[in-house]
């Protein structure tokens, strides 16, 4: 009889680096291959696990490896620390002149945007804590999301000078509506979990002592359906918004300007002072 797969009900505190488990080198996320599901972690709770070029790689990284594996079957991505996702961005280097808007900013985003929507495996966001900004980028890139009840959600990008061109524009149109993602790109606010997911936004909502045995439990359901008719149906419906493939390329190519300008460097710079950004002030 074969044997019926099954998913780990261990936490992701418990995720050991991947270079013992794969091989893999890899300093800023945390990767486990265990009963059929691939866990990867984003481990920079220092920084409420803000990406960076170097994040984003070692994340395109642990899902074509789980993508390649056909002994997986479902991608779990999460942050470590039990307070956020992810937060967003690393501003940091924004306010450093000697580092510039790169080719590799460039490709990072690509290569993971392409593992994630490309994969044909269905990837599960487990959301405790921020998940605001790019992190909520991150989340749209994924398939399903399973939140904390005490997660918050948000985009932030006019705070500090931004704009989420990198899948939080286009996928929010789909999940909440146009004029619902102009409310959220536009205003900042934040919103509850629950609110998310009466939004469309999110899936399930949880108590957060729940959240591991519920993201389990949606991996199970998973593991026990046709992984062919799991990979059609994801492009399938990844159809639409695979058109928006040409607003991604426009968007990250502005961002080779937007990112370096005034406005964005004192958006970045207020956010590190923890003040209001003065974009009035700025020439």
Known sequence: MAKKPSASAKTNNGAKPAKKKTGLKLTYILYEKKDRVARVTINRPEVRNALNSEVREELAIAIEDAWLDDEIGVIVLTGAGGKAFSAGGDLSWIVDPKKKVDAKYMLVHYRLATAMRCCGKPIIARVDGYCVGGGNEL?????????????????????????????????????????????????????????????????????????????????????????????????????????????????????????????????????????????????
């Open 139 to 283: 989340n749209m890139l994924c398939d399903l999301t399973v939140a904390s009840d005490t997660s918050i959600f948000a985009q932030a990008g006019p705070l500090v000078g931004s704009a989420p061109i990198w899948y939080g524009l286009q996928q929010l149109q789909h999940s909440v509506g146009d004029k619902k993602a102009r409310e959220i790109v536009y205003l900042c606010n934040r919103y509850t979990a629950q609110e998310a997911m009466n939004m469309g936004w999110v899936n399930k909502v949880v108590p957060q002592d729940k959240l591991d045995e519920e993201v389990d439990a949606w991996c199970r359901s998973l593991l026990e359906k046709s992984r062919q008719s799991l990979r059609i149906a994801k492009l399938q419906i990844n159809f639409i918004s695979d058109m928006a493939h040409p607003q991604i390329t426009h968007g990250l190519e502005l961002a080779r300007y937007f990112m370096k300008a005034p406005e964005m460097v004192e958006g970045a710079t207020a956010f590190l002072e923890k003040r209001k950004p003065d974009f009035w002030g700025v020439d």
